[in-house]
Nanobody, 115 residues
Framework: QVQLVESGGGLVQAGGSLRLSCAAS????????MGWYRQAPGKQRELVAR???????NYADSVKGRFTISRDNTKNTVYLQMNSLKPEDTAVYYC?????????WGQGTQVTVSS
């Protein structure tokens, strides 16, 4: 069973930056696709960014050029660097680990961007 623990959320003013981290348990992190999702009040959970085992990334159009996802397989950790934050980025951010037969989620971390 995989465990994911997110950290780094908080309150920031528009235009500011935050860095989210997600630490994963287990020895199969390096063969898993890692992703960040977010869910705002009253909205569905949506994909923010994803990074595969080779380091290839994809992003939601709304965050392209502002957010960067990266991973450190030596630390079993995935990061989301968020710059130029906007009030519409306010949401609970969730870390996801995916590989065949496994789909794990973290508990979420709140990001609030004030205008």
């Amino acid at each position: 069973q995989v465990q994911l623990v997110e950290s780094g959320g908080g309150l920031v003013q528009a235009g500011g930056s935050l860095r989210l981290s997600c630490a994963a348990s287990g020895s199969t992190f390096s063969i898993s696709v890692m992703g960040w999702y977010r869910q705002a009040p009253g909205k569905q959970r949506e994909l923010v960014a994803r990074i595969n085992t080779r380091g290839s990334t994809n992003y939601a159009d709304s965050v392209k050029g502002r957010f960067t996802i990266s991973r450190d397989n030596t630390k079993n950790t995935v990061y989301l660097q968020m710059n130029s934050l906007k009030p519409e980025d306010t949401a609970v951010y969730y870390c996801n680990l995916h590989r065949i037969g496994v789909d794990g989620w973290g508990q979420g971390t709140q990001v609030t961007v004030s205008s």
